[in-house]
């Protein structure tokens, strides 16, 4: 045994102070340090703007990213205060950007409602940053105060001029350390989607984003909404059939908490409810929900019977029922949110179930007696999911694993590994039976299971789950997950830690790609949000020269290759696809755990994903034209 490592005293215990810590520990306290990290920074001072109009004191919020990649946040509200802090005894602008917990929204009157709860937003991007200013616009006084590396102080807070007395408000601008995170780049798209998510969600405020890094169009976007969520549903159904045509919206309020539900029914089959609380997404739901949820069902069911529309002897109809075809939004104003999990993704306050019953029955109960033919309609359509929900499930008895290593029900398709631990295993979905034969005798048969896919399956997009469930391939593929899928749906039972598409690089399997993607999406989303799901990189090219043999992805790969050999002929060989690869060739490029490329597929966005999908894989055919006359000029490497 090592004896300095006996040594351990009061001396060895680190004490890391101020914002030290975060800069220490950064995914404590944005969860990561990648792309979704980076633009965590802008939210968490958005946010503070945000709060200042949910308090009613601010109107206009600009968002730039600036020519050098820093991100500048303005808005109008009552400014940052700027007298000495009595606590800290320094100006309160300093001690909100260099104190952690240090805020307005842990009572006391500074915020009423906040979607930043933990106080922490304004240090954590001043630690996390290689300077910050802040300016202050107050009692007609313009305030200013700088921080370098990390929240270090570089200039006090000081009166830099003067404003009209009616203005206030407060300007950051902040550029992210690049030492700390793997890109400083900002994307403008995902800053974007938010920016637009957050208008919708408070009705009457203003958001303009702006990048000046475009040198071609400098007016940036404006996203105001007056209908807020209902202009939401609205825009979420853009594309989709409404069996209704105005958006249902209802709201109340009660001991200061604020309840709102914008929702529409589509001809489609797929279900899109989305919560929020304070403007988080509540990706996981909460009381808030569970209240709308409750009672959709309860009064659907009670208006088909007193209506005879649902007959004595007919089952009552589900919540699964009652919600196909849904598109709706579910927002919550509290003072006090009591999130579960660190996360924020589910609310826990039992009081807001109540008041989430209350106003979503009495509104939509009204809604149904006033509006008859459209009740009908609803229920109608309720009533044909239920007939699918009951053949489904006798398709469902089909999919069922026995046991982990259960391969009764594949028909002798799916060629299992031996191993037994799901955390080491592997299951490749291969592109027809010729390349499955390749990938039977080039696997590691231990952690290594190989299902062949025959064509295209069925775009689920397009069917209920019924039919879908009488298709051969997408049972064999339920079966072999072993999660069971619906109401039955257990993401511990999955039997595989990675699900690896692997189809040919061209149109063909691209195509089949997105539909085993689309039926991932539909049917499976919790195991693509755990990271379970990858496409295989099989190569393009093989480049032969001498007795070395390498394989790249695309061209601009193959071309770099080719630079760096110096006036060498080499033999390149466009790979025809994975039928044409021989067992070793095909481990050596696709399979093999030391040289495969695998890309982990996804969804930093649900709503984006789910229009995506319903754009392209839906029964409506103009979106996705426009979609393809915007994007035919991007396509790269089509086998014509």
Not at 91 to 120: D, N, P, Q, R
Not at 289 to 318: F, H, M, Q, W
Not at 393 to 408: F, G, H, I, Q, S
Not at 533 to 551: E, M, N, S
Request: hydrophobic share 35%; aromatic share 8%; proline share 2%.
């Amino acid at each position: 045994m090592d004896k300095s490592n006996e040594h351990y005293d009061a001396s060895d215990i680190q004490v890391l102070e101020g914002l030290e810590a975060v800069r220490k520990r950064p995914g404590m306290y944005i969860g990561t340090t990648d792309v979704k990290g980076l633009h965590h920074l802008v939210w968490e001072i958005v946010d503070n703007s945000i709060d200042e109009a949910l308090a009613g004191y601010c109107k206009n919020i600009e968002i730039i990213i600036n020519k050098d990649n820093s991100v500048t946040v303005k808005d109008d509200g009552r400014g940052i205060p700027v007298g000495i802090h009595p606590k800290t005894h320094v100006s309160t602008v300093e001690t909100v950007y260099t104190v952690l917990h240090a805020g307005g929204k842990f009572g006391g009157g500074g915020y009423k409602v906040s979607g930043g709860l933990h106080g922490v937003g304004a240090s954590v991007v001043n630690a996390l940053s290689k300077w910050v200013n802040v300016t202050v616009y107050k009692e007609g006084k313009i305030y200013e105060v700088k921080f370098e590396n990390g929240g270090k102080i570089t200039q006090k807070l000081t009166v830099i001029g003067d404003c009209d007395i009616n203005r206030t408000g407060t300007t950051v601008t902040f550029k992210p350390d690049p030492e700390i995170f793997d890109t400083d780049i900002f994307d403008y798209s995902i800053l974007k989607t938010r920016t637009r998510e957050l208008a919708f969600l408070n009705k009457g405020l203003r958001l303009t984003l702006r990048d000046d890094r475009d040198m071609v169009d400098t007016t940036g976007e404006t996203f105001l909404y007056e209908g807020g969520i209902s202009e939401y549903v609205k825009f979420i159904n853009k594309g989709k059939t409404p069996i209704h045509d105005e958006i249902i919206h209802l709201e109340g309020e009660e001991d200061n908490i604020v309840f709102e539900v914008a929702m529409q029914y589509t001809s489609d089959e797929n279900t899109r409810i989305y919560s929020f609380v304070n403007n988080i997404n509540t990706h996981d739901g909460g009381t808030h929900e569970e209240g709308v949820r409750r009672a959709l069902t309860r009064i659907i069911n009670n208006y088909a019977r007193k209506n005879n529309i649902l007959k004595e002897k007919d089952e009552a109809l589900s919540g699964d029922d009652v919600k196909e075809g849904l598109t709706m939004i579910v927002s919550c104003k509290h003072p006090n949110p009591q999130f579960e999990g660190q996360t924020k993704g589910r609310l826990g306050n039992s009081e807001v179930r109540k008041l989430a019953d209350n106003v979503f029955s009495q509104g939509f109960e009204r809604f149904l007696l006033e509006n008859p033919d459209k009740a009908r309609i609803i229920v109608e359509k309720s009533m044909l999911a239920a007939r699918a929900r009951v053949a489904a499930k006798k398709a469902r008895e089909l999919t069922r694993r026995k046991n982990d290593l259960d391969v009764v029900n594949f028909g002798g398709k799916l060629v299992d590994c031996k191993e037994k631990d799901p955390s080491i295993c592997e299951l490749f979905l291969v592109e027809g039976d010729s390349a499955g034969g390749s990938a039977i005798k080039g696997r590691n048969s231990m952690t290594q299971a190989i299902l062949p896919l025959r064509g295209k399956i069925l775009n689920v997009e397009k069917a209920r789950m019924d039919r879908a469930l009488a298709n051969e391939e997408i049972r064999t593929i339920i079966t072999a997950f072993g999660t069971g899928i619906g109401q039955e749906f257990n993401l511990s039972k999955l039997r595989y830690d990675k699900i690896i598409i692997m189809t040919d690089a061209d149109v063909d399997g691209s195509h089949i790609r997105v539909l085993l993607l689309t039926l991932f999406y539909r049917f499976f989303r919790p195991i693509v949000e755990a990271g379970h799901v990858y496409a295989a990189q099989p190569p393009l090219f093989c480049i032969k020269h001498g007795k070395t043999i390498k394989y790249v992805l695309n061209e601009e790969e193959r071309d770099e290759y080719l630079s760096k050999l110096n006036n060498a002929k080499p033999e390149i060989t466009r790979m025809k696809g994975l039928g044409e690869m021989d067992a070793e060739e095909l481990n050596e490029t696709t399979m093999d755990i030391e040289k495969r490329i695998l890309r982990r597929i996804t969804v930093d966005d649900i709503i984006a994903a789910d229009a995506v999908f319903n754009k392209l894989m839906g029964e409506e055919v103009e979106p996705r034209r426009d979609f393809i006359e915007q994007n035919a000029v991007y396509a790269q490497n089509l086998d014509i």
